[in-house]
């Protein structure tokens, strides 16, 4: 497992200033939140000298760019706006590319509570990331579809299925599914050998918490090689955040 930590973990930083903070407390991957002005520099209307500066940095201080985490979902009823979030996401693909990242995190959530609403939400995601998941594999980028919100593993992994996507996988957040009563092993069924990406928050104090403990522990027994990553976001104090989970992380 590869561990790192989202730029939500310290907003104001430069992507120097976040190169810095992983190697001061030995990181090996960045995550990028887009879409919500952290100072990283690296959204959709950046310039192409941004965007080489900022991949230059990374490459030359051997840190990884593990995903760029966007806020996109195809789930509205309006067929425009899901159509917008379609061409949205391929503008994504086409910067995560440019970046020389690994993934893009997607929603699929909020999923209503009706099993005929159920159904025509799961299949609207499922459309949705159909029509992007081969530009996705030609430009040699992964889309994640996260189990946040309401959107539970078993959700996910049929709406992957209706889509037949061969180039989307799972972002794992199992504190949300456990919030919405689906347990840690229960959704490990569904979402083994699908993830490539995933989320962790180990809380301000005391031991780490069950829900991230037993997710690791699972994927570390499963010879898991794929991306670990802090998502706290917007803490009061960014470095004790990343020296707790540093340290908690060493534990396993």
């Known amino acids: 497992m590869q561990f790192g930590f989202m730029s939500s973990v310290c907003p104001p930083l430069t992507m120097a200033e976040l190169i810095d903070k992983a190697k001061e407390y030995n990181y090996e991957h960045l995550e990028l939140r887009v879409e919500w002005d952290h100072g990283h520099g690296v959204e959709l209307d950046s310039s192409q000298q941004q965007l080489n500066e900022a991949r230059t940095l990374l490459e030359d201080n051997n840190i990884t ?8 979902r195809f789930i509205d009823p309006d067929p425009q706006k899901r159509l917008d979030q ?3 996401l391929k503008r994504y693909i086409d910067l ?3 970046m020389g990242a690994q993934n893009i995190r997607i929603f699929g959530d909020p999923v209503p509570k009706t099993p005929v609403e159920i159904d025509q939400t799961l299949d609207w995601e499922a459309d949705g990331i159909r029509a992007c998941d081969g530009l996705a594999g030609e430009a ?4 994640c579809l996260e189990t946040h919100g309401n959107l539970l593993a078993s959700y996910l992994i049929e709406t992957l299925y209706r889509s037949d996507a061969e180039n989307t996988y799972v ?8 919030r919405h009563g689906q347990p840690v092993d229960v959704a490990y069924v569904h979402l083994r050998n699908k993830i490539r990406h995933a989320h962790v928050n180990f809380g301000d104090d005391g031991p780490m918490p069950d829900t991230e403990r037993d997710s690791l522990t699972l994927l570390k027994e499963d010879g898991y090689e794929g991306f670990i990553s802090i998502e706290v976001i917007n803490p009061k104090d960014s470095d004790a955040v990343l020296k707790r ?3 908690l992380y060493k534990t396993l």
């Open 65 to 72: 760019l593990s995903c760029i985490a966007t806020g996109v």
């Open 140 to 143: 040699g980028v992964a889309l």
């Open 86 to 88: 379609v061409d949205l």
């Open 171 to 178: 972002n794992w957040h199992a504190a949300h599914h456990v």
């Open 245 to 247: 989970h540093a340290e």
């Open 96 to 98: 995560t590319e440019k």
